[in-house]
T-cell receptor
C-alpha cells in the first residue's frame, strides 16, 4: 500500500535561514508527488507537484522540491525562510486515479 | 478566495442532531472530494465523486452520508455522530478524476465539534 512519511513533526528555523522538509514515500510505480501548505484556519494550498521530467521542480512562494527515486524522497526546500512561511506542510503521493495519500504533516515555526 | 467554498466554517452539534455540511466550487471542476483532518493524523479521504457519481467510499460509517446533486455542489449529511468525529472536514475539487494533470483545490474546511 502507498504511504508517506514526514519524519519531522515540528521544525523551527530562524527567519532568513534555509529550510528543508523531508518526505519519503512508498509506492510501487512512478509516483505523482505533491507538497501542500496549510495556514491556521485555512484549507490546503498546492505548493508544487512532480509528475515526470525534471526531478527538480519549482513551486510558488520560492519553494522547490527534488524527486530522488533512489531514496524514495521528495524533500521540500527554500533558501531563505520568511516569517509568513510559518504553517503546516503536507507531502502527498498520488496513489492511482484520483486518490491522494498524505503524510502526517510538518509544522514549521519561524523565529525572528 | 480559493474557488472552493465551504459552509458553515464552524459547527457544534450534539450526538442526536442532524446537520449538513455544504461545499460549492466555482472552478468548473468535475471531481469533488471529502477529506477528514483530525489532530495528529494524516488527512483521510472519505468520499470521491466524479461527474456526480460516487466512485470512492473509504469505509466511512453510515452516519456520514454524502450527496452530489451536480458537479458544483457537494454535501455531507451528518446524523448521530460520536465525539471522535470532531475534526476539520475539508472539501476539494479537481478538473478531472486523474491526478496526474489536475491537482486538488481545497476549501477552508468546516470545523466540527460533536458534544
Amino acid at each position: 500500500a502507498q504511504s508517506v512519511t514526514q519524519p519531522d513533526i515540528h521544525i523551527t528555523v530562524s527567519e532568513g535561514a534555509s529550510l528543508e522538509l523531508r518526505c519519503n514515500y512508498s509506492y510501487g510505480a512512478t509516483p505523482y508527488l505533491f507538497w501542500y501548505v496549510q495556514s491556521p484556519g485555512q484549507g490546503l494550498q498546492l505548493l508544487l507537484k512532480y509528475f515526470s521530467g525534471d526531478t527538480l521542480v519549482q513551486g510558488i512562494k520560492g519553494f522547490e522540491a527534488e524527486f530522488k527515486r533512489s531514496q524514495s524522497s521528495f524533500n521540500l526546500r527554500k533558501p531563505s525562510v520568511h516569517w509568513s512561511d510559518a504553517a503546516e506542510y503536507f507531502c502527498a503521493v498520488g496513489a492511482g486515479g484520483n486518490k491522494l495519500v498524505f503524510g502526517a504533516g510538518t509544522i514549521l515555526r519561524v523565529k525572528s | 478566495e480559493t474557488g472552493v467554498t465551504q459552509t458553515p466554517r464552524h459547527l457544534v452539534m450534539g450526538m442526536t442532531n442532524k446537520k449538513s455540511l455544504k461545499c460549492e466550487q466555482h472552478l468548473g471542476h468535475n471531481a469533488m472530494y471529502w477529506y477528514k483532518q483530525s489532530a495528529k493524523k494524516p488527512l483521510e479521504l472519505m468520499f470521491v465523486y466524479n461527474f456526480k457519481e460516487q466512485t470512492e467510499n473509504n469505509s466511512v460509517p453510515s452516519r456520514f452520508s454524502p450527496e452530489c446533486p451536480n458537479s458544483s455542489h457537494l454535501f455531507l449529511h451528518l446524523h448521530t455522530l460520536q465525539p471522535e468525529d470532531s475534526a476539520l472536514y475539508l472539501c476539494a475539487s479537481s478538473p478531472s478524476p486523474k491526478l496526474n494533470n489536475s491537482p486538488l483545490h481545497f476549501g477552508n474546511g468546516t470545523r466540527l465539534t460533536v458534544t
